[in-house]
RNA sequence: CGGGGUGUAGCGCAGCUUGGUAGCGCAUCUGGUUUGGGACCAGAGGGUCGCGGGUUCAAAUCCUGCCACCCCGACCA
């Protein structure tokens, strides 16, 4: 038995030689999906599913508090409708699925499974939209898409994900672009309040954007390999959609315009920037806001007198608190089967209540983030564990921000950049002249990309690191996901 | 699309060179003993050996065609 035990401790190791091998081992084992027949889409599982709906929540209740409502578009779009914005079919026309057949009959158009909605929603907008009176449109729907990946990984790219897309319309410009900036905010506190995992805002390079948009801004997350992971977008599609779907409507002056335009989406992308931001060699560690089960009381039972019932009432307490918390009294398995299973999959708070416990009056207290362990009074459980919760997510936020600094360094030239990404990946911060042709250089000769212009420029020099030229802009470039 | 590899029980694999009863570990089920860091004993169930053809008295094993999946090199939330 010492042998199995020794393989599974191997196995969970491994992050340190392949970070792949790791991620795919955690995914595997804390039983988060399954690979469907074809490849590339995901089954989600109950534990997988159950991180996707905490975030919906959270994203549901800030959409709503900001004044948007929920839609439903279909699946299928007409290829007809795809057409009308040129960048935005050259972007998406490699990776479409197409359906071509109703039963038996072929049909007269084929119609593509939507990629992302934009050109079937701006359709229904043609036809809905009459007046000033009407704007702002604020819709959201939550869905999922499909873009025919040729590489796929869980969670990060498949050929199908879930994700949600909002969808908006206004009279201005100004209006577009604060409605833009509002909802990656909301990704942002999302990433940081929510996930503890800190992100880099800025806007993209030409080259990067949105295909079809004006302006696309992310946020930028660091794994712990040091790549980066876009983490969510939100673009200012300007006009560029509503003149080539002829969305009008009659302003004030009596005048037929089209309106400003954006859209933003996140999707179960962010399950995997969760597992590999926080993660470590005993698999997941999930951030308290996120956890579908925050605390996992064990209770260790050689002779079950009072043990149980104890449990049960420590159980009704954190309950009472508001908090997600589980009771794990199943016979089949040993104490340390538990420990193993839980810290596994990423409960951020472990409880362990036996005999000796009993007799002092306390609980042992397990946290999975630093894997300290310490005796807490029963009296005041509810509280201490309400507190430790909000202490976990916040030393969880400072710990990836530590590391992301750690793995952030300010490059000179094309030399350092080349040198940082082969031997101590992470973000390299650097001027850059703003041209395309720089912009091409960095891609070839690194392999890394322009992640954005931060909203937070610093000044760390004053020519392009490429080219030499005159800088505009600060941006961080990293190897991404 | 080019190079390499793998298909045998739910999962992970051995067996193939040199053809001859289908095997191991984990998981599952039953009974019992256990329970403070992946418990133990005893028993049981579970297989078109990726698919098709060929050679042979006999094929998981040899030959052949096909299929699927994985890894490495050009696009992507």
Request: contains cysteine; hydrophobic residues 35%.
């Amino acid at each position: 038995m010492a042998k199995e035990k020794k393989e599974f401790v191997k196995e969970i190791t491994r992050m340190e030689d392949d970070f792949a091998q790791w991620y795919t081992d955690v995914i595997r084992k804390t039983d988060m999906i399954d690979y469907s027949p074809v490849k590339g889409f995901l089954v989600l599982k109950p534990y997988g599913y159950a991180l996707w709906e905490n975030i919906q929540g959270f994203l549901d209740r800030r959409f709503k508090e900001t004044g948007h409502e929920n839609v439903y578009f279909p699946l299928l779009i007409p290829e007809s409708l795809l057409n009308k914005e040129k960048e935005h079919v050259e972007g998406f026309a490699p990776e479409v699925a197409w359906v071509t057949h109703g039963g038996s009959e072929e049909l007269q158009e084929r119609l593509c499974i939507r990629p992302t909605s934009e050109t079937i929603i701006c359709s229904m907008y043609a036809k809905w939209l009459k007046s000033y009176r009407e704007l702002p449109y604020l819709y959201n729907q939550w869905a999922s898409v499909v873009r025919w990946e040729k590489e796929t990984r869980p969670f990060l790219r498949h050929r199908e994900f879930l994700w949600q897309e909002g969808h908006t319309l206004h009279e201005t410009y100004e209006e577009a672009q604060e409605e833009t900036l509002r909802m990656l905010g909301i990704y942002r506190e999302l990433a940081e309040d929510f996930l503890a995992i800190p992100v880099v805002s800025g806007i993209k390079s030409d080259k990067e954007k949105f295909a079809g948009a004006e302006s696309t801004y992310t946020i930028e997350a660091l794994m712990h390999d040091g790549k980066a992971l876009q983490s969510g977008t939100s673009h200012n599609l300007a006009k560029h959609f509503t003149e080539a779907f002829e969305i009008t409507y009659l302003d004030r002056d009596g005048l037929l315009k089209n309106p400003y335009h954006t859209s933003w989406g996140s999707s179960t992308r962010l399950i995997g920037a969760v597992i590999m931001a926080h993660g470590d060699n005993r698999g997941l560690i999930l951030p308290p806001r996120l956890a579908p089960v925050q605390v996992v009381i064990i209770p260790i039972m050689p002779h079950k007198e009072g043990v149980l019932e104890k449990a049960r009432a420590v159980e009704g307490l954190l309950k009472d608190r508001g908090i997600r918390v589980k009771l794990d009294d199943s016979e089949n398995n040993s104490p340390g089967w538990k420990f193993n299973e839980y810290e596994m999959k990423g409960v951020p708070v472990r409880l362990e209540i036996g005999p000796r416990d009993l007799a002092d009056n306390v609980a042992m207290v397990a946290r999975r983030d630093n894997l300290q362990k310490s005796a807490c009074s029963l009296d005041t459980i509810d509280e201490t564990i309400a507190r430790l919760l909000d202490t976990i997510h916040q030393d969880m936020f400072d710990k990836a921000l530590k590391e992301r600094e750690e793995k952030t360094f300010t490059v000179k030239n094309l030399e350092e950049l080349k040198d940082q990404m082969e031997n101590r990946p992470g973000f390299a911060k650097m001027m850059w002249c703003g041209s395309g042709a720089c912009e091409d250089r960095i891609k070839m000769e690194t392999a890394a990309t322009i992640r954005c212009i931060p909203f937070e420029e610093e000044k760390v020099g004053d020519c392009c690191a490429v080219c030499g030229g005159e800088a505009k802009h600060m941006v961080y470039v990293a190897k991404a996901y």
